[in-house]
């Protein structure tokens, strides 16, 4: 079975422009999770999604949204991109249920220029 | 507000001895706390699940603690070897965290021969 995929692997950006980033989580997992991850530190949580209804919200501005669609997958949209919006950006899915382990993509790569 | 806390950022060893990995938590009361390796690149690995109410969980050279009393969860590696090097990471979830996924840092071990 494919496991977690994320496109595009790595991105290159200039202050101020948008970004989407695409995650299709493992098959039958109805939960999705978002985190950011800079050099050094554990992953941040971002958000939460299952069944296409936001779950949890971690500590990042408005400029940080996301959705899930009907077939799980999901986006992460960036706006007005900062410097120190560059980092590993994470995907997570899962079953949904509560203690259930996250199964991760590697991740997109977004630099800021 | 919540804080998770992993003992040194790194951690060396030699080949053969046991690694004990700490994880500290305050501020809230976890249901259950996950570890996860993370290897350079890649996406974090779900390694094991221990929940609030046991004490001890194994999985081959793998045993994880959890003592919600002292606010804390060990992670051993018995038997040590160079393929174990990599970042550890400790995600205590449920309870009053429900729909929050907060890492710890993480712990870089490296095991030499």
């Known amino acids: 079975d494919a496991g977690v995929t994320q496109s595009p692997t790595h991105l290159i950006k200039t202050r101020g422009q948008h970004v989407t980033l695409r995650c299709s989580p493992i098959?039958?997992?109805?939960?999705v999770s978002w985190y950011q991850q800079v050099l050094g530190q554990g992953p941040q949580f971002i958000f939460q999604y299952y069944e296409k209804e936001e779950r949890g919200r971690g500590n990042f501005p408005d400029r940080f949204s996301a959705r899930q669609f009907p077939n799980y997958s999901s986006e992460l949209n960036v706006n007005a991109l900062l410097l120190g919006d560059s980092a590993l950006y994470l995907c997570?899915?899962?079953?949904?249920?509560?203690?259930?382990?996250?199964?991760f993509g590697d991740g997109t790569r977004l630099s800021i220029l | 507000s919540q804080k998770i806390e992993q003992n040194s950022e790194a951690l060396n060893i030699q080949e053969g001895k046991t690694a004990t990995l700490t994880c500290n938590y305050t501020?809230?009361?976890?249901?259950?706390l996950q570890w996860y390796r993370q290897d350079p690149g890649r996406g974090p690995v779900f390694l094991l699940l221990?929940?609030?109410?046991?004490k001890e969980k194994r999985k081959e050279r793998l045993k994880v603690t959890f003592d919600t009393t002292l606010k804390q969860s060990l992670f051993h590696i018995t038997a040590s070897q160079p393929a174990d090097s990599a970042t550890y990471l400790c995600l205590p979830g449920g309870g009053s965290t429900l729909g929050r996924l907060y890492f710890g840092r993480g712990t870089q071990l490296t095991v030499w021969p």
């Open positions: 997570a899915s899962s079953s949904g249920q509560d203690h259930q382990p996250q199964h």
């Open positions: 098959s039958g997992h109805k939960s």
């Open positions: 221990i929940r609030e109410n046991e």
């Open positions: 501020n809230y009361s976890p249901a259950y």
